[in-house]
């Protein structure tokens, strides 16, 4: 039976970073458009986290019975490691959803956009449906452009709309930024599974691009973010604050492109991770010394 310890290592923390930026774009941006419920925002964040914790469990139970998670470098998987039942991962993945969907429910009550609803039935449907079922789209490598709709636009306009009725460019500019970074850690750590991915028949866009032109997206991607945060300069110059997050992304590029053991960019998981958080913050810290 798992411990108390090993089921947190499986709710994969260092991805909720992930998570929680785009809530909190989407609330600095709210904030600029000069609406800002609290209440909204933290319902936001737990619909955000709660899905995260359930797909991070949904991916556990899927690769652990196809066995895909036998053998890899990263990590601790419960299913794969034998240390928990296939059937509690499962249980524990539909909790974590079940609640998400409580929470979002919740949220649609208070802003009263209910055609969030199918924007929330969809994005839990995406959250199981990334290596569960039949066709799973993880492994056809489509996992990257679902990662970016929902960490991306969906959740960063999703909890703008929510607050403030309507959203802005630097709303929209900034759910691409943190989509991007999001795309970043996903091809972080399938760059370190290519090999294991491949022997399984598990196709994602870093085995379809191969490993070199894979650790070159993701500088890009680390990168872009930021030079699109430059359109806002004119406007809102306090957004330059996001340039201060220029060398905490020099150690995790000079890993992604120079690291050749598989176990050296473990850690690139958990920097990208802070990296997106930082963003987030830096761009909510602008939308707010703009408006004052």
């Given at each position: 039976m798992a411990t108390v310890g090993q089921w947190i290592a499986g709710a994969r923390l260092r991805?909720?970073?992930?998570?929680?930026?785009?809530?909190?774009?989407?609330?600095?941006?709210?904030?600029?458009?000069?609406?800002?419920?609290?209440?909204?925002?933290v319902l936001a964040a737990l619909v955000a986290l709660l899905l995260q914790?359930?797909?991070?469990?949904?991916?556990?139970?899927?690769?652990?019975?196809?066995?895909?998670?036998?053998?890899?470098?990263?990590?601790?998987?419960?299913?794969?490691?034998?240390?928990?039942?296939a059937s509690h991962?499962?249980?524990?993945?539909?909790?974590?959803?079940?609640?998400?969907?409580?929470?979002?429910?919740?949220?649609v009550l208070l802003s009263q956009a209910w055609w969030l609803l199918l924007v929330?039935?969809?994005?839990?449907?995406?959250?199981?449906?990334?290596?569960?079922?039949?066709?799973?789209?993880?492994?056809?490598?489509?996992?990257?452009v679902f990662v970016f709709i929902f960490f991306g636009p969906v959740a960063t306009l999703g909890t703008t709309f929510t607050q403030a009725g309507q959203v802005s460019t630097a709303a929209v500019l900034g759910s691409i930024g943190t989509g991007l970074i999001a795309v970043a850690l996903l091809m972080a750590n399938n760059v370190r599974d290519i090999p294991t991915d491949t022997e399984v028949g598990k196709r994602t866009?870093?085995?379809?691009?191969?490993?070199?032109?894979?650790?070159?997206?993701?500088?890009?991607?680390?990168?872009?973010p930021l030079v699109l945060m430059m359109i806002l300069v004119p406007a809102k110059p306090w957004i330059l604050l996001v340039l201060l997050l220029l060398p905490f992304m020099l150690m995790?590029?000079?890993?992604?492109l120079k690291g050749k053991k598989r176990k050296s960019l473990?850690?690139?998981?958990?920097?990208?991770?802070?990296?997106?958080?930082?963003?987030?913050?830096?761009?909510?810290?602008?939308m707010m010394l703009t408006a004052l």
């Amino acid at each position: 039976m798992a411990t108390v310890g090993q089921w947190i290592a499986g709710a994969r923390l260092r991805t909720l970073p992930m998570a929680i930026a785009p809530v909190i774009i989407g609330t600095g941006a709210a904030y600029d458009l000069g609406a800002l419920h609290w209440g909204r925002a933290v319902l936001a964040a737990l619909v955000a986290l709660l899905l995260q914790i359930g797909v991070n469990y949904a991916n556990d139970y899927s690769d652990g019975i196809r066995g895909t998670d036998e053998v890899r470098v990263g990590p601790l998987r419960l299913v794969g490691s034998g240390v928990a039942k296939a059937s509690h991962v499962k249980m524990a993945a539909f909790a974590a959803l079940g609640l998400a969907m409580v929470a979002g429910l919740a949220l649609v009550l208070l802003s009263q956009a209910w055609w969030l609803l199918l924007v929330g039935a969809g994005a839990v449907l995406a959250a199981w449906g990334y290596t569960g079922g039949k066709n799973p789209y993880g492994y056809m490598g489509l996992g990257d452009v679902f990662v970016f709709i929902f960490f991306g636009p969906v959740a960063t306009l999703g909890t703008t709309f929510t607050q403030a009725g309507q959203v802005s460019t630097a709303a929209v500019l900034g759910s691409i930024g943190t989509g991007l970074i999001a795309v970043a850690l996903l091809m972080a750590n399938n760059v370190r599974d290519i090999p294991t991915d491949t022997e399984v028949g598990k196709r994602t866009l870093a085995v379809r691009l191969g490993d070199k032109n894979a650790r070159l997206s993701y500088v890009v991607m680390l990168v872009l973010p930021l030079v699109l945060m430059m359109i806002l300069v004119p406007a809102k110059p306090w957004i330059l604050l996001v340039l201060l997050l220029l060398p905490f992304m020099l150690m995790p590029s000079w890993l992604m492109l120079k690291g050749k053991k598989r176990k050296s960019l473990i850690p690139v998981l958990q920097q990208t991770g802070l990296i997106n958080l930082g963003f987030s913050v830096l761009f909510a810290a602008a939308m707010m010394l703009t408006a004052l």
